[in-house]
């Protein structure tokens, strides 16, 4: 909002240089509350009174404890990066210092939500994370694909914030309060990890599944998993930062971020815990395979990210929120770092998105090139890259929970990471090798744009963190005595570092030799015979699915909007709006007063006979008036 008031008196070269003094403060104070947590080695809880109705009171906790804080450092670093970026992917265009505003109003929401202590000051920045989306989705919103997206993206949510706000209520009815320490200590005296009860006969043993169950419809549609997931896609039509911020590290981690901060009342309830199981793996990959046939570079990242959001969710469904938790903050990195990539090149192309039209830009932008491989080598797993160490560790983590259905979601995850290295290798070998692309009708060397090297540098960044945050995070999260012990919630019922000693090596290998074998198909399909084509031919109606997103929109539009739409018009237009509100509200008397009006006009017509008659009227009527009254009272 400052920067909205004085960007007209400071100057747009005043404010964007005020922007980066700003980032920069920021970052250096998350920074400096983490070193003082860590050398304490204690968390802090801030209380305020935030709102009293008699006996009814809500405070305002600011928790400190290693998830926090954290989360908040990496919400700052990668806002801080994509902000810096937006200075220069969008200065041309005059609502600049709106756009900045917006992220800026993101980034605080984010962190609102992160450090909140008690479930309604979580469901505050939760409302603001949406608000914000939809304004910063909403960006150009002369473009009918962004306000369809915009529209779109804030609808499916509401079904995730009602969900959110009825788990609130019942918590509040359950255990008295929303405080989440005092929740998650009276839950393990309540219920065994069976749902069986301990105590408190007022409590029902399938309280917590329902409380379980509204949450997971609010992650879900916030992460958009599978049923929910359609509004990601089209939130893509907002501005390339807003993709990376929101798909990356933000908005679609705040449905994961939910989960890991209410574990405590997920591990209770081995039904939902099921449920999230089943989700996360049909959601992988299903994803995964609508990604292999899209062509917009930027619904192709966008699938991806969904396929890896899947992941995380069947990683906490077995309980490994601390591997969850791994790959979320790796995956941040990759994830925003490839769609600032996707930013360089669809603005170096002058705007273009079909990566059917590119090729052969390793010539022009080697340096992009080489940024967009080492993401996308992370994001399918590759040795000593960030993804390979917290992927793999989630697979090897789903292998000894020793749970029935471990074994089987084993290999459907190395099966997925098998689709993820064909549609990342597909990505990178149409956008920066095919020779082909390089035609008729396609992108020419002289339309080709200077990029600006400030670009370049946030990229760099993420790139860089990319590449060794995997390393450095296993060091620091194998330690997770020190981390977790006094932590508010982050109680991982699965200690994960310990299964590379319960794992054999054939096991630990299986996700490499599905990456490997990803990249034989590959290469036996460019230098031997066209074995996609012929896939292809034989399984043309799955391609077919893949290609149309599995119906999904159509679907809901026959069997949801249209049938709304029609009874909204039927019912809530023609009959309350223009019947009951129309005949008995102000329109409606107003039509009666002048229909009265006009059916009296006639009896002013200047002859005294009809003045006389309607005075004898009136007389009668008051005659027979008072003998009433006079004859009952």
């Known amino acids: 909002m400052t920067l909205l008031i004085f960007a007209n008196i400071l100057g747009l070269s005043v404010i964007r240089k005020l922007t980066t003094f700003l980032v920069v403060i920021l970052n250096g104070y998350i920074w400096n509350i983490i070193l003082l947590s860590i050398i304490k080695k204690q968390i802090f809880i801030e209380e305020y009174l935030w709102i009293q109705i008699h006996d009814f009171v809500a405070e305002m906790h600011i928790i400190g404890d290693f998830l926090a804080l954290s989360m908040s450092l990496l919400v700052t670093t990668i806002t801080s990066c994509i902000i810096i970026y937006s200075l220069d992917y969008i200065k041309e265009d005059p609502a600049l210092i709106r756009f900045v505003s917006y992220l800026f109003l993101f980034l605080f929401s984010m962190l609102l939500m992160v450090t909140a202590g008690n479930y309604i000051q979580f469901f505050v920045g939760w409302e603001y994370v949406g608000l914000t989306s939809y304004l910063l989705i909403n960006f150009w919103f002369t473009r009918n694909d962004a306000n369809r997206g915009a529209l779109k993206a804030i609808i499916y949510n509401r079904v995730g914030d009602v969900s959110f706000l009825c788990a609130i209520c019942y918590i509040y009815l359950l255990y008295g309060t929303f405080n989440f320490s005092i929740v998650f200590t009276i839950i393990p005296t309540v219920y065994n990890l069976d749902n069986t009860l301990e105590n408190f006969s007022n409590i029902r043993a399938i309280d917590i599944e329902i409380v379980a169950l509204f949450l997971l419809v609010a992650a879900a549609a916030k992460s958009a998993q599978l049923f929910l997931h359609s509004w990601l896609v089209d939130a893509m039509e907002g501005p390339t930062p807003v993709s990376a911020l929101l798909h990356s590290a933000t908005m679609v981690t705040a449905g994961i971020f939910l989960i890991l901060r209410s574990n405590t009342i997920f591990s209770y309830s081995p039904s939902i815990m099921t449920t999230i199981i089943l989700l996360g793996t049909l959601t992988m990959l299903v994803s995964s395979f609508i990604a292999l046939t899209q062509n917009d570079i930027k619904r192709i990242v966008a699938f991806s990210t969904c396929s890896q959001l899947g992941l995380m969710m069947v990683s906490a469904g077995f309980g490994c929120y601390i591997a969850t938790y791994f790959h979320l903050i790796t995956h941040a990195f990759f994830k925003s770092a490839l769609f600032l990539s996707c930013g360089i090149i669809i603005h170096s192309l002058q705007d273009e998105q079909d990566i059917r039209k590119m090729g052969k830009l390793i010539l022009f932008a080697p340096m992009i090139y080489t940024g967009t491989l080492i993401c996308s080598l992370s994001l399918i797993g590759v040795p000593m890259l960030g993804g390979y160490f917290s992927k793999d560790l989630i697979l090897e983590t789903l292998f000894t929970t020793h749970s029935q259905y471990a074994a089987v979601i084993f290999f ?90 319960e794992i054999t090596n054939v096991f630990k290998a299986m996700p490499l030799m599905f990456t490997i074998l990803a990249l034989i198909i590959i290469g036996l399909n460019l230098y031997i015979s066209n074995i996609i084509y012929t896939i292809k031919l034989y399984y043309y109606k799955i391609f077919i699915l893949s290609a149309k997103k599995y119906f999904f929109d159509s679907f809901y539009n026959k069997m949801i909007t249209k049938p709304v739409l029609i009874g909204a018009y039927q019912i809530f237009y023609k009959l309350v709006d223009k019947g009951f509100l129309e005949y008995f509200g102000p329109t409606g008397i107003f039509h009666r007063i002048v229909a009265f009006k006009n059916n009296t006009d006639y009896l002013h017509n200047s002859y005294n006979v009809t003045y006389i008659l309607l005075l004898s009227y009136y007389c009668t009527i008051m005659l027979f008036t008072l003998v009433y009254f006079s004859t009952y009272f």
């Open 412 to 501: 459907l995850g190395c099966f997925g990471a098998l689709l993820t290295t064909v549609y990342s290798i597909r990505f990178i070998y149409l956008i920066f090798l095919y020779k082909k692309s390089f035609g008729k009708n396609t992108i020419k060397n002289q339309n080709l744009v200077q990029i600006p090297p400030k670009m370049l540098y946030p990229f760099y960044i993420l790139i860089g963190l990319s590449m060794v945050s995997g390393y450095i995070l296993e060091k620091i999260f194998s330690n997770t005595t020190i981390l977790f012990a006094n932590n508010l919630t982050m109680n991982s019922t699965t200690e994960i570092f310990d299964s590379e000693f």
